[in-house]
Each structure stands twice: as C-alpha cells, then as structure tokens.
C-alpha cells in the first residue's frame, strides 16, 4: 500500500525566510510525484509533476526535487501569498489514483 | 478555458437522506476521479472514470456510494442513506490522459446533520 508522509504539520515563516517542505513516500513503482497547493476553501492546485529520482523543477519562488524515497519543496524569500496548504501526492504501479498525504500548511508573516 | 466546476458548492442534508453531487470537468478531458478530503488531511481517492465506465471504484467505502458517467463528460456521485460521518468535502478532477497531472475543481462541501 502506497503511503505519504509530509512533514512538518505546520511551518510560520518571515517574509524571505527560505525553508523546505518534505515528503516521504513509500510505493510499488513509482510513475509520478506531484505537488500541489490549497487555499483554504478551494480545491487543490496543480504546481508540480516529477517523474525520477534527480529530477528538479522550478515556478517563481518554489522549486520541487526528487530522490529515490522523498520529495522537497523549497521555498525561496517566500511572500504572504505563498501561504497555504502544500499536497504531496503519488501515482504508483498500475493504480490511476493520486494517494496524498496530509499536506504542511505553510504561513508566510510580513 | 474553464476549469472543472462542480455542483451544489455546499449541501446540507439529514441522517438517512439521499444527496447527488454533480461534476462537469473540463473539456475534452477523458479521465474523471472523485476525492473525499475530512478536515486536515489530504483527498483520499473514491473512484475514477476512463471514458464512461468506472476504471477503479476500490476507494468507494461501502454500496451507499455509487458514481456515473453516462456520456462521457459529467460525472455524478450519489450517496443513499447518508451518515453524519459522510460529512466532507467532495472533490472532483480530470485529466487528458492517465499519466498527466489532475486538475481540481472547488469541491462541494456536504455536512449530514
């Protein structure tokens, strides 16, 4: 059974005060690492997809990398916009269904 | 273009009654997966549609939960006999393709009292 396990719960951070997020995940072949980010009251918002180990992406202040067994999300001079719930999901093996873990809501203080 | 909009935005309902929650996805998209998320987790996974059959109900959690897709575009998740632990926003996503990354509606938030 696919798991993901995010960390920390919560994080306050100051305005440019750059930190990271990270998810642990464990699952029978991996076909996709996936980020993404929820305001409160609203569906989650597609940020990233990473596919293997090594691979990096970056949009804005956020960059998404990739190993064997976690994924970071580093946030770069972070705004209070940035604030919000951050997903980590997993597509694995034959399953077509995303297995989230229970996100790290991020604020971001002026 | 739009993105995936979902209907009612909230329903209230008492114990035991039946509710419907309606899902348009974007245009073109032929993959369609219902979500459920409680308060502080993450959507857990419900079913998912490839075209108008049901590819994958594993997450469905008991025969009050049932989904269709008759055409192929608009899903509908029906819930008989609610419980107040139905209470949880319902989430709907598509995509173009089962590799590509899902797109979110806003949810219908649902609360059985």
């Known amino acids: 059974e696919d798991q993901v396990t995010q960390s920390p719960e919560a994080l306050r951070l100051q305005e440019g005060e750059s930190s990271s997020l990270n998810c642990s995940y464990t699952?029978?072949?991996?076909?996709?690492l996936f980020w993404y980010r929820q305001d409160p009251g609203k569906g989650p918002e597609f940020l990233f997809t990473?596919?293997?180990a090594g691979e990096e992406k970056e949009k804005e202040r956020l960059k998404a990398t990739l190993t064997k067994k976690e994924s970071f999300l580093h946030i770069t001079a972070p705004k209070p916009e940035d604030s919000a719930t951050y997903l980590c999901?997993?597509?694995?093996?034959?399953?077509?269904?995303?297995?989230f873990g229970s996100g790290t809501q991020l604020t971001v203080l002026p | 273009g739009a993105g995936v909009s979902q209907t009612p935005s909230n329903k209230v309902t008492e114990k035991g009654k039946y509710v419907e929650l309606r899902c348009d996805p974007i245009?073109?998209?032929?993959?369609l997966y219902w979500y459920r998320q409680s308060l502080g987790q993450g959507p857990e996974f419900l079913i998912y549609?490839?075209?108008?059959?049901?590819?994958?109900d594993s997450g469905l959690p008991n025969d009050r939960f049932f989904a269709v897709r008759p055409e192929g575009s608009v899903s509908t998740l029906k819930i008989q006999r609610t419980e107040r632990g139905d209470s949880a926003v319902y989430l709907c996503?598509?995509?173009?393709?089962?590799?590509?990354?899902?797109?979110f509606g806003p949810g219908t938030r649902l609360t059985v009292l």
């Open positions: 996503a598509s995509s173009f393709a089962l590799l590509n990354e899902q797109f």
């Open positions: 245009s073109g998209h032929t993959a």
């Open positions: 699952v029978s072949g991996l076909r996709g």
């Open positions: 990473l596919y293997s």
């Open positions: 549609f490839q075209g108008t059959g049901a590819a994958d």
């Open positions: 999901a997993v597509e694995s093996g034959s399953a077509r269904q995303l297995t």
